[in-house]
């Protein structure tokens, strides 16, 4: 059981670039996250997807953008790269339908932007 | 409001010995208080979680002393040993209502060493 799969797991971007972290999940969850991890500073919230089709600003949305046409998947892109988003980006999901589930995470993409 | 604040930032710790980490929230509609336990490399995964119906949830040598008065909760690992180095993480939720979709609220993390 994969559970909850990013890719890639390392990238170098220069500065304006854009690209798109790949996050796919088997546990037919219905809801799924992004956050940042930052040092020191936790895991904030950037987007959130409660199903097909419905996407939700989080904490820290700007520079931005998800989609969510299918259960398993919801990628995170990133239009114009800034030093500001290097990071580590995990994704997450649960199942939703009931109270207290917790969240599932990948193993994270760590991005670099230069 | 929405805040979570962890303490300390890193602990060192001897094998054997109890490593007590600290949480303290502000929104008391927080009802849904996991710990996350993150290894290198890796991603969160779930350690234990309670609710604030109770004081206290003890799974193995991890226990939650939950004080909703005082707004604060803690995770003391008993017996720590070597395997236990890893990052934690708080965080706090609001399940009840169907509003807020499981969002977390993570602490600041503390990085905990055990050293043999």
């Known amino acids: 059981n994969a559970g909850v799969t990013q890719t890639p797991k390392f990238r170098i971007l220069k500065i304006g670039q854009s690209m798109t972290l790949q996050c796919t999940q088997d546990?037919?969850?219905?809801?799924m996250y992004w956050y940042r991890q930052d040092p020191g500073m936790g895991l904030k919230l950037i987007y959130y997807?409660?199903?097909?089709?419905?996407?939700d600003k989080g904490e820290v949305p700007n520079g931005y953008n998800v989609s969510r046409s299918t259960t398993e998947d919801f990628p995170l892109r990133l239009e114009l790269a800034a030093p500001s988003q290097t990071s580590v980006y995990f994704c997450?999901?649960?199942?939703?339908?009931?109270?207290?589930?917790?969240?599932?995470f990948g193993d994270g993409t760590r991005l670099s932007i230069l | 409001q929405q805040q979570v604040k962890q303490s300390p930032q890193s602990l060192i710790v001897q094998k054997g010995g109890i490593s007590i980490i600290n949480c303290a929230y502000e929104?008391?509609?927080?009802?849904?208080f996991p710990w996350y336990q993150q290894f290198p490399g890796k991603g969160p995964a779930l350690l234990i979680a309670?609710?604030?119906?109770?004081s206290e949830k003890k799974e193995g040598r991890f226990t939650i002393s939950f004080n909703k008065s005082a707004k604060q909760f803690s995770l003391h690992i008993m017996d720590s040993q070597p395997g236990d180095s890893a990052t934690y993480f708080c965080?706090?939720?609001?399940?009840?209502?169907?509003?807020?979709?499981?969002?977390?609220?993570f602490g600041q993390g503390t990085i905990l060493t055990v050293h043999p």
């Open positions: 997450a999901s649960s199942r939703g339908d009931s109270r207290f589930q917790p969240q599932h």
């Open positions: 546990m037919n969850h219905n809801y």
């Open positions: 997807s409660v199903g097909a089709g419905i996407t």
């Open positions: 929104n008391t509609a927080f009802d849904y």
């Open positions: 309670i609710r604030p119906d109770v």
């Open positions: 965080a706090a939720s609001i399940m009840s209502g169907g509003t807020s979709y499981g969002k977390l609220t």
